[in-house]
């Protein structure tokens, strides 16, 4: 992308638009240049009008330039460029092209991917092993493993096994998709970007899988997937890394993106608020953490002898269970077994069976330090 500027001086460009122009170029004396003698090597020795409509035609700062290139003297390898001098319409792929070959002042396609960075991580674990879902999102399956590393998390295959990552893609997402150019980028520890880009079909039959392509990282295939799931009651798409590969290997990876058009801007992202990046996790995922021997605690009320509720002002994408780990107690008391259901559409009400309560009186549930009450409403197929 380049205002083209040719060399010759200033007489002989007003000589050459003229010809080129006015189509009178005449062919100056073979062996001559401007009336002074030129030898058979020199460019212009056999045909003067020729040789600069050919240099004119690289001139692109004047209404002249363009009327030639409306009238095909401008060859044919300079079709499809984009140019700063004249007014064009550019295809969607011309514009990310041009936008990143200059850099485009760090422009960015948003990344539809939910914890692209691995910053979120509520279960609060260093490691994670396959299959679980271990950084808000992210699953993985039997083989593979997570860890923390510098500037990322390093990805493990274990010996006979394929790698296998994925997370869950809303409908609304997946469906201003299909049809459309994407781009898939990985961003290593060490900053380099391996990217993959094409176009999805307009649509992935139920049950199935489409295999997008391979992004290399280093000599390491990894196959990009999108899968139409229905299990456990759930439909919608996952975005699925997978490797045929069985041996073990180690990749480094700072960062993941998806978005559309032909181009990653993935080396242009800086890495995103924590608490902006928390709160789209938290759709799916909360967890209720104690922080001190004496439990974080909130108040409910008995219900029962054995059942407490208590309520919490929390927006989740849909339903969720609860589990808990550690001890957690109503009371004082230990709790024998939690669950969960919507109250309405911005409270989540827990139900916590334990014993010795009065019915109608309040009471407070502990979550002391270690312990956990993990609420979710990540998808069945995750």
């Known amino acids: 992308m380049a205002d083209y500027v040719s060399a010759l001086t200033g007489p002989e460009m007003d000589e050459a638009l003229y010809d080129m122009a006015s189509h009178t170029s005449e062919a100056w004396a073979v062996g001559t240049r401007n009336g002074q003698a030129v030898t058979s090597g020199d460019p212009t020795y056999n045909n003067n009008s020729r040789y600069w409509a050919g240099r004119a035609s690289t001139y692109n700062t004047n209404a002249q330039a363009a009327a030639a290139r409306a009238e095909g003297a401008v060859p044919a390898s300079t079709e499809g460029a984009v140019f700063f001098s004249v007014s064009q319409s550019?295809?969607?792929?011309?514009?990310?092209?041009?936008?990143?070959?200059?850099?485009?002042?760090?422009?960015?396609?948003?990344?539809?991917?939910?914890?692209?960075?691995?910053?979120?991580?509520?279960?609060g674990s260093t490691t994670y092993s396959g299959p679980t879902t271990g950084y808000d999102m992210w699953r993985i399956l039997n083989g593979t493993s997570m860890t923390s590393a510098t500037?990322?998390?390093?990805?493990?295959?274990?010996?006979?096994y394929h790698l296998n990552i994925q997370q869950f893609i809303p409908s609304d997402t997946m469906y201003n998709l299909l049809g459309k150019t994407i781009t898939v980028s990985i961003r290593g520890n060490s900053g380099i970007i391996y990217s993959l880009t094409g176009t999805l079909p307009s649509s992935i039959a139920s049950g199935t899988t489409h295999y997008f392509g391979n992004i290399y990282v280093g000599s390491i295939a990894i196959n990009v997937r999108f899968m139409h799931d229905v299990a456990g009651g759930y439909s919608g798409y996952t975005f699925w890394l997978y490797s045929g590969a069985t041996d073990a290997f180690d990749i480094y990876v700072r960062a993941i993106k998806l978005e559309l058009g032909p181009v990653s801007t993935l080396a242009n992202d800086m890495p995103p608020f924590y608490m902006d990046e928390l709160r789209r996790c938290q759709l799916y995922l909360r967890v209720i953490r104690g922080i001190s021997s004496?439990?974080?605690?909130?108040?409910?009320?008995?219900?029962?002898?054995?059942?407490?509720?208590?309520?919490?002002?929390?927006?989740?994408?849909?339903?969720?269970?609860?589990?808990?780990?550690?001890?957690?107690?109503?009371?004082?008391?230990?709790?024998?077994?939690?669950?969960?259901?919507?109250?309405?559409?911005?409270?989540?009400e827990l139900r916590v069976t334990t014993t010795g309560l009065t019915s109608g009186s309040a009471v407070q549930v502990s979550v002391p330090s270690g312990s956990a009450i993990i609420i979710s409403a990540e998808p069945s197929t995750l």
């Open 90 to 123: 550019l295809t969607d792929a011309q514009q990310a092209r041009a936008k990143a070959n200059i850099g485009a002042g760090g422009m960015s396609n948003p990344n539809l991917l939910f914890n692209p960075w691995f910053l979120v991580d509520q279960r």
């Open 151 to 160: 500037n990322g998390k390093k990805i493990s295959l274990a010996e006979g």
């Open 294 to 348: 004496s439990g974080y605690g909130f108040v409910g009320r008995a219900m029962s002898a054995t059942v407490a509720a208590f309520y919490l002002q929390a927006y989740m994408a849909s339903t969720p269970t609860t589990t808990y780990t550690g001890s957690p107690t109503v009371n004082g008391t230990a709790i024998s077994a939690i669950s969960s259901s919507y109250r309405n559409s911005e409270t989540v």
